[in-house]
């Protein structure tokens, strides 16, 4: 812009909103290049005056840009014009929050509030800052009460989820425990997020953590929050899981008196159906029960191999599901010989979870043995035939339009990053497990094409039935990291799923994705840093010295050991975790034998020892922060050190 340009736009302000709307059509022409609005900005800062329209719109302009100081000057400008107008208050503290001035930006809310009180936006403002500071409960009650009010956008339910995760109850507190249900039935939420605070409610409500405390089983029948926990798999506390396995008991002896299953108790036993096939059937189960469910297997055996109706053996079915894979079961050929619309809608997401599932995956497991590279030894081999999938599959969430992952990647590590003509990216990703990551990847992204590898077969075959893989270009193979070189192709992003910590050798796994990725391409995995993990420690010393390895029965000896001693002080870490509630999520946590206590001067070596040049980090955790071009880990770490909480969840990213 020439001194002319700029001396006729100081003449005529009006002009700045026509080269306003120029610089929009061109920023769009360009495919999002903000070039045209920091030429307008720079100039438009220069003039006193400004029409209010285009100030906003500068302002705007300029927060999208990452121009905070110059943005706040422009809001700052305009609320000395208006101090009374409260959408500006809410603007300012905006962009102090995005400039992580937090202090600033509550007081620049509270403001807003005071001007008007019933400002949404300014409200919500406050609760983003404090899930900035991690006030989780101060957050939560922010958010919560706007959820309460009808907000449900994607962002606002997120943040509930966040907080929530953090959380537990103190007291049993009803108008929240009908908050929590409506966000575990909430179609957008990721149910498994609410499981901390669910589990605690229910434990103050009914008195849980008391010895012998006596519950009415028609009540549990009829607690919604109860049931959806047991449903969705959300257990997640001794108390709870001991309280589940008591009712189911209760429920097995009613029915063997009275050899009926009661209507008002097939919801309760559809739930802890769900809840055992979702916890690979971990619970303990007694002799004397075992022989009550023998004969009600043979008795649904007997039945539908005579063709008598369905409703007949609805009950029996429900009942034998709390105990065990309907697909292991004796009557699993009469069971297969139905189809799912001949069952009541009630039992079609038990039949699927229990008997038909474990079908389509066993059947692909046949497939994939006949296709697979041979195991290396035969303990590999042996190891997974009595394998369950794991982690249990989970939809992806997708927010918004797919994107350009070439892009992406290149606006957060720089244009240099993926220095080749833009096209479609090969991803590879290893240990992916039931493949959620290559999932969200292909679901996220259009422009890539996804292969997901793991050693375990019964995860592939898992991952193979999930829905993305039907949808996107995504593919699953059975191979470990040592096995790479058969793909014969060179991946453009190769991504380990597991932190580095849990590999065998983490040195290996990297040199063995070093080896394979594109030579202009990117290596990118997890790594927790300064994590001792005592207390997995202690509980694989425990599985070494006295439990089976690979058998169901050493697994919930071992969690029986546990729970028997659950106040223990430093059994709270594994009694809070997940994986401690499933069979597989304990066989891989804690019968695995592997974690690498690994710190930043380790990292450094290991990436230079592989021929890798470390070009980006995020530091992981509630508000994830990404760094261009760090020297180095340890300087990384240094720098900051007197600020980071250990232990410290990283992101790499690495390139030959």
């Not at 009541?344 to 043995?369: F, G, S, T, Y």
């Not at 193979?464 to 991946?491: C, H, K, T, V, Y």
């Amino acid at each position: 812009m020439n001194a002319r340009q700029s001396q006729a736009i100081a003449s005529h302000p009006e002009a700045i909103d026509a080269l306003l709307a120029a610089a929009v059509q061109q920023v769009r022409a360009l495919g999002g290049n903000s070039t045209p609005l920091g030429t307008l900005l720079s100039t438009a800062l220069k003039e006193s005056s400004l029409p209010e329209e285009t100030q906003a719109l500068l302002t705007i302009a300029a927060t999208a840009e990452g121009r905070l100081e110059q943005a706040e000057t422009l809001v700052r400008t305009a609320i000395e014009r208006s101090p009374g107008n409260a959408d500006l208050h809410t603007q300012m503290g905006y962009i102090q929050l995005q400039y992580g001035k937090l202090s600033q930006a509550r007081t620049s809310f509270e403001r807003a509030l005071s001007l008007q009180p019933n400002h949404a936006q300014a409200f919500r403002g406050i609760a983003d800052t404090l899930l900035r500071q991690e006030n989780w409960a101060g957050a939560f009650l922010h958010y919560r009460s706007l959820y309460e009010k009808g907000l449900e956008d994607a962002a606002l339910i997120d943040a509930l989820e966040t907080c929530a995760a953090h959380l537990q109850a103190d007291h049993w507190d009803p108008q929240l425990a009908n908050t929590v249900l409506s966000l575990i039935e909430h179609p957008g939420s990721r149910p498994r997020a609410w499981a901390p605070l669910a589990n605690t409610l229910l434990i103050r409500h009914y008195r849980l953590d008391i010895p012998d405390a006596q519950i009415d089983l028609n009540t549990l029948a009829s607690d919604m929050l109860f049931l959806q926990v047991l449903a969705k798999g959300l257990i997640l506390s001794p108390e709870v899981e001991q309280t589940a396995t008591a009712v189911r008991t209760a429920i097995l002896a009613e029915a063997a008196e009275t050899r009926t299953l009661r209507e008002s108790l097939q919801a309760l036993a559809f739930a802890l159906g769900m809840a055992a096939a979702q916890s690979g059937y971990v619970w303990p189960v007694a002799q004397e029960e075992q022989q009550v469910l023998n004969l009600l297997d043979e008795q649904i055996r007997q039945a539908l191999f005579t063709r008598e109706p369905i409703e007949t053996v609805v009950g029996a079915t429900l009942i034998l599901a709390m105990y065990q894979s309907l697909y292991s079961s004796m009557s699993a050929p009469a069971l297969l010989g139905t189809e799912p619309n001949h069952w009541p809608d009630l039992l079609e997401p038990l039949m699927d979870k229990a008997l038909w599932q474990p079908a389509n995956i066993h059947a692909r497991c046949v497939d994939l043995r006949q296709h697979m590279l041979k195991p290396r030894t035969v303990t590999e081999a042996m190891s997974h035939e009595d394998r369950l999938p794991w982690p249990t599959i989970a939809a992806v969430r997708i927010k918004g339009p797919r994107q350009s992952l070439h892009d992406l990647l290149c606006a957060q590590l720089g244009t240099q990053v993926l220095n080749f003509e833009k096209r479609p990216l090969n991803v590879l990703v290893t240990e992916c497990q039931t493949g959620q990551r290559p999932a969200q990847l292909a679901s996220q992204f259009s422009d890539v094409h996804v292969t997901g590898v793991d050693p375990v077969l019964v995860n592939i075959a898992a991952a193979q039935s999930r829905p993305e893989a039907g949808r996107f270009n995504i593919r699953f193979l059975p191979l470990d990291l040592q096995q790479l070189g058969a793909l014969n192709a060179r991946p453009d992003v190769l991504e380990c799923a597991r932190p580095l910590n849990q590999l065998d050798s983490p040195l290996e796994a990297v040199r063995a994705m070093a080896r394979v990725v594109n030579p202009q391409g990117l290596v990118k995995f997890k790594v927790t840093l300064f994590d001792q993990d005592d207390p997995e420690r202690i509980v694989q010393t425990l599985v070494r010295e006295q439990f089976d390895q690979r058998h169901i029965e050493g697994v919930r000896a071992l969690r029986h050991a546990i729970m028997q001693d659950a106040h223990r002080a430093d059994w709270l870490p594994i009694l809070s975790d997940p994986a401690f509630y499933s069979l597989e999520g304990v066989r891989d946590r804690f019968f695995r034998g592997v974690w690498h206590y690994l710190e930043p001067h380790h990292l450094d070596e290991l990436i230079k020892s592989t021929g890798l040049k470390l070009i980006g980090l995020i530091h992981a955790g509630a508000h994830s922060s990404l760094y261009r071009q760090p020297e180095s880990v340890q300087d990384w770490y240094a720098k900051r050190a007197y600020n980071l909480k250990k232990p410290i969840d990283l992101v790499i990213y690495a390139q030959p």
